[in-house]
């Protein structure tokens, strides 16, 4: 049987939200509410061969809102003013990889779209942006179902987020 190739199509949502705080107001609150992950911690698991049960109580302890940030380019506004584009702008990617271990299981092509990204800026009237792509667009992608259900369960959850940080939850992410 020779090997072949699938294409697999979906049409994003970007959920651009304007906020109506600064963006170093909101980008601390953000940071706040989604913590660094930190690697030494879940490394330690790894060395000792933990059950899995361990990630999980590690991950429900240190992700009070579902989600750790995994990388963040830090502010792309020096770099960019360089330019004339003075402009703040942070990008990160957002995760839980024990929700993440969820869709690997039935594709580990689902880490195509996991963690996902974020981006925090400036906005044009003095707030900030929040612009984050709705996850179960991506993850239906995939033509399996399970992540699919996964993903709307990742709508759900930033929309918990976006509850949390007291900005605005666009329609159909919380459905």
Same mark, same amino acid.
């Given at each position: 049987?020779?090997?072949?190739?699938?294409?697999?199509?979906?049409?994003?949502?970007?959920?651009?939200?304007?906020?109506?705080?600064?963006?170093?107001?909101?980008?601390?609150?953000?940071?706040?509410?989604?913590?660094?992950?930190?690697?030494?911690?879940?490394?330690?698991?790894?060395?000792?061969?933990?059950?899995?049960?361990?990630?999980?109580?590690?991950?429900?302890?240190?992700?009070?809102?579902?989600?750790? =940030?995994?990388?963040?380019?830090?502010?792309?506004?020096?770099?960019?003013?360089?330019?004339?584009?003075?402009?703040?702008?942070?990008?990160?990617?957002?995760?839980?990889?024990?929700?993440?271990?969820?869709?690997?299981?039935?594709?580990?092509?689902?880490?195509?779209?996991?963690?996902?990204?974020?981006?925090?800026?400036?906005?044009?009237?003095?707030?900030?942006?929040? =612009?984050?792509?709705?996850?179960?667009?991506?993850?239906?992608?995939?033509?399996?179902?399970? =992540?699919?259900?996964?993903?709307?369960?990742?709508?759900?959850?930033?929309?918990?987020?976006?509850?949390?940080?007291?900005?605005?939850?666009?329609?159909?992410?919380?459905?």
């Amino acid at each position: 049987m020779g090997r072949g190739w699938a294409e697999r199509g979906y049409h994003a949502r970007c959920l651009d939200i304007s906020i109506d705080r600064s963006f170093d107001d909101f980008r601390r609150h953000y940071e706040q509410a989604v913590p660094a992950y930190d690697a030494t911690a879940f490394n330690a698991l790894v060395a000792r061969n933990a059950p899995w049960d361990d990630v999980l109580a590690l991950m429900r302890d240190r992700a009070p809102h579902d989600f750790l =940030i995994y990388w963040s380019s830090g502010d792309l506004r020096p770099m960019m003013n360089l330019a004339g584009d003075p402009t703040h702008c942070v990008e990160y990617l957002m995760g839980n990889h024990t929700t993440a271990e969820r869709m690997f299981r039935h594709d580990p092509a689902a880490m195509l779209y996991a963690p996902l990204r974020t981006l925090i800026c400036d906005g044009p009237d003095g707030g900030a942006r929040f =612009i984050i792509e709705q996850p179960s667009r991506a993850f239906g992608s995939l033509g399996v179902d399970a =992540i699919h259900e996964v993903g709307l369960e990742l709508d759900r959850e930033v929309a918990a987020l976006l509850t949390h940080l007291g900005v605005p939850v666009p329609a159909g992410l919380s459905d």
